[in-house]
């Protein structure tokens, strides 16, 4: 398959002088058109970085990154961005947060009525097929951070995006809630046929939802190792326990702890424990 999102030696580089900070070093990264690809690492390893990078939020110092065949120097309709604070606009409804992305050029003079009623319609399909027809005219502060991030995404793809880019926007959830959104965007992208990069700082997750999990390391950020996902296409909660997820998931762990150094530190923290006796000094 071709790429439809390309990383080509991207460097980010944030201050000068003595603050300057290398955030991100020699990022080369190719994403087939479909994919669902999950970044994970140490913080500090420079994923929310690459993801606004990708994002055209920020503007990359070296390197060049192309979405959709063309070069990304700032946001554009073929990216769609999800955060993890869901950023709703508190003073409009569900509907018309969703709607908000197709109203922007909705009074443009090229714009029909045939788009402002394809527009309606699109965004009739996203409230249901995210199972927010209940609450379509509740305002953000009535719904749970579940519910929220539901309308966070719905608004996402209601441009029709080829590349959605999602930063640990499960994080504030509770894990049951989490569960129900790990299906639910796994559907909902099988469904509209996009491309997914997704940053977070649960391995499980990243296995769970990622054909492949990029793993990068920090100081500079950078790409370590990429591992695929040896799990079929169509998964549930229960091949969590398979030897192959819990295998991927304790390598994955294990070369986190190499490259960020907290194994080192645990050692450290094993040997001061054996050098005072058995019992624990931290107890």
């Known amino acids: 398959m071709s790429s439809v999102l390309s990383c080509r030696a991207v460097g980010k580089v944030f201050g000068s002088g003595r603050s300057r900070v290398t955030a991100l070093e020699n990022v080369c990264l190719e994403i087939a058109h479909g994919e669902f690809v999950t970044l994970v690492g140490a913080s500090g390893c420079g994923k929310s970085t690459l993801l606004r990078t990708l994002a ?11 979405a959709a065949g063309a070069p990304v120097t700032g946001p554009c309709t073929d990216l769609g961005m999800v955060f993890q604070n869901y950023s709703l606009y508190p003073w409009l409804t569900v509907m018309q947060n ?18 402002v009623e394809a527009a309606s319609g699109r965004a009739d399909a996203l409230l249901h ?5 209940n609450v379509a005219s509740a305002y953000p502060s009535q719904l749970s951070g579940g519910m929220q991030q539901r309308v966070a995404i719905a608004r996402a793809l209601m441009t029709r995006p080829r590349i959605l880019l999602m930063d640990e926007p ?10 129900v959104m790990h299906d639910l965007i796994l559907h909902v992208c099988s469904l509209e046929g996009c491309t997914v990069v997704f940053v977070t700082h649960d391995v499980e997750e990243a296995i769970y939802l990622g054909q492949r999990v990029v793993l990068m390391a920090p100081r500079p950020g950078r790409i370590d190792s990429i591992y695929g996902v040896p799990l079929p296409a169509v998964r549930s909660q229960e091949i969590k326990l398979t030897p192959e997820f819990r295998q991927l998931r304790a390598k994955i762990l294990d070369r986190i702890r190499e490259t960020s150094g907290l194994r080192t530190d645990l050692e450290l923290l094993h040997k001061l424990s054996r050098s ?3 019992r624990d000094p931290l107890l």
């Open 276 to 278: 005072n006796g058995a």
């Open 129 to 133: 097929v995210m199972g927010l027809d």
């Open 98 to 115: 969703i709607k908000f992305p197709r109203q922007l050029g909705v009074h443009t003079r090229d714009c029909t009525s045939g788009d």
């Open 56 to 66: 055209g939020l920020e503007q990359t110092t070296s390197g060049q990154i192309d």
């Open 170 to 179: 499960f994080g504030a959830l509770d894990v049951q809630t989490r569960e």
